[in-house]
């Protein structure tokens, strides 16, 4: 039997700045690195359909995991991997890459990072459709 | 409307061992610290109810997140805190504490630490069923 879970684990939290993704994607702050040793840093972000982040880099990687819906998430001229509810992401440090939501389904996954020099990522460029379209068509 | 969600995000896994547990305990581990600069360890328990942990340390903290069921956090020598599903516990480097369900609830969370020299986690001596009996009566 499968049932519809509509209820995050989490609240939704705020709408996330358009310098940092694209569609409607709200992000949830977890821990803070202040809260716990200038290290760690967890949130929650749920992209709507189609919804997605720019390119980016962590200095010392982010690990995934992917609590509803389905999504993508690509590294830098490599094949996209399609995310569901339980998959597992260890995204190396400095490597570019991109993740978001599917176009006909949400993705929420929880997000964590360590910070280095006071920063856990490298914001870039817009995914465009065109590169969104190539993965998810 | 409230309804029942008894499939995990995650497998159960393993059965924890009892020289880190009491009660009957899974352990999924997510993602391994030499996956990840030697640094993240992420994983998932399931504690049974009465299920917990020994009193234990972490040399960097850890971070728990409660997605299922209701349970228990407490620091050495503090009152304890009661857990559900949404709770984030930011456990400070070198505190000593233990985390486990309630005596009539399945509890499970996802817990992140970061390594240091090698070990995320200094295990001490069981919490006894007076202690435990202190906190969920």
């Known amino acids: 039997m499968k049932t519809e879970n ?9 709408i996330g700045s358009s310098e940092w993704f694209s569609g409607e994607v709200h992000v949830q702050g977890l821990v803070a690195p202040e809260q716990m040793e200038n290290l760690y840093n967890v949130g929650q972000v749920t992209f709507s359909p189609g919804g997605r982040t720019r390119w980016h ?24 991997q399609e995310l569901i509810k339980g998959s597992v992401v260890a995204i190396p440090k400095d490597v570019s ?14 997000a964590i990072s360590n910070v280095k020099d006071g920063s856990n990522v490298t914001w870039g460029s817009p995914v465009t459709d065109e590169e ?4 998810d068509h």
């Open 57 to 80: 880099t962590h200095p010392i990687g982010q690990v995934l995991l992917v609590t509803e819906g389905r999504g993508w998430y690509q590294e830098w001229e490599k094949p996209a």
């Open 97 to 110: 890459h991109w993740h978001g939501a599917a176009a006909d389904s949400q993705m929420v996954h929880i």
């Open 132 to 135: 969104y379209g190539a993965v």
């Open 6 to 14: 509509n209820s995050s684990i989490f609240p939704l939290g705020n």
